[in-house]
T-cell receptor, first 111, second 114 residues
């Protein structure tokens, strides 16, 4: 059983469209991170959120941590082909060094 | 840059043979992890280490063992490889970032067990 559920699993959109990826759990996390992975490479950290209700922006990407620290969302505005990749959420629990990953969202942005 | 090196990057082996994957870091981080990545499962933790000779199991540890005799090296061993262990293996280290601990990953080791 996956501790973190991500949706959708696959997403194919046209360049310029907006999208939202969700990461949900019934468990509370001390922090939550979003990673992006390209084929043949390891995941790379995009952002970490720590406080319930926190919103962080990274250019066209907006990340939100749920008030209860159980869920998070990633919103991309005006998607570009360079946004194509696998997006993974991960929650930290315990001492903050135990990480649990979602199943990932594979995003394809068509030019 | 956490300076994480995984070796080998690619390996093809036969069922029943032993395999060891190596993870090397250059920045003295305490926590190191081995994950496997398979389609539809995301990243699943195999084992992790919180110091020299201090290791613990993750959610998919059966068939795997680890060792950490030096801070910089974390080895993952498959004593007798099976086809179900065909996967991409990632090593990671934990470090502080923006008020939390986050992971930095190596480039991965692709293992095929025939």
């Amino acid at each position: 059983t996956q501790l973190l559920e991500q949706s959708p699993q696959f997403l194919s959109i046209q360049e310029g469209e907006n999208l939202t990826v969700y990461c949900n759990s019934s468990s509370v996390f001390s922090s939550l991170q979003w990673y992006r992975q390209e084929p043949g490479e390891g995941p790379v950290l995009l952002v970490t959120v720590v406080t319930g209700g926190e919103v962080k922006k990274l250019k066209r990407l907006t990340f939100q941590f749920g008030d209860a620290r159980k869920d998070s969302s990633l919103h991309i505005t005006a998607a570009q082909p360079g946004d194509t990749g696998l997006y993974l959420c991960a929650g930290a629990r315990g001492t903050g060094n135990q990480f649990y990953f979602g199943t990932g969202t594979s995003l394809t942005v068509i030019p | 840059d956490a300076g994480i090196t995984q070796s080998p990057r690619h390996k093809v082996t036969e069922t029943g043979t032993p395999v060891t994957l190596r993870c090397h870091q250059t920045e003295n981080h305490r926590y190191m992890y081995w994950y496997r990545q398979d389609p539809g499962h995301g990243l699943r933790l195999i084992h992790y280490s919180y110091g020299v000779k201090d290791t613990d199991k993750g959610e998919v540890s059966d068939g795997y063992s680890v060792s950490r005799s030096k801070t910089e090296d974390f080895l993952l061993t498959l004593e007798s490889a099976t086809s179900s262990q065909t996967s991409v293996y990632f090593c990671a280290i934990s470090h502080a970032d923006s008020g939390a601990n986050v992971l930095t990953f190596g480039a991965g080791s692709r293992l095929t067990v025939l």
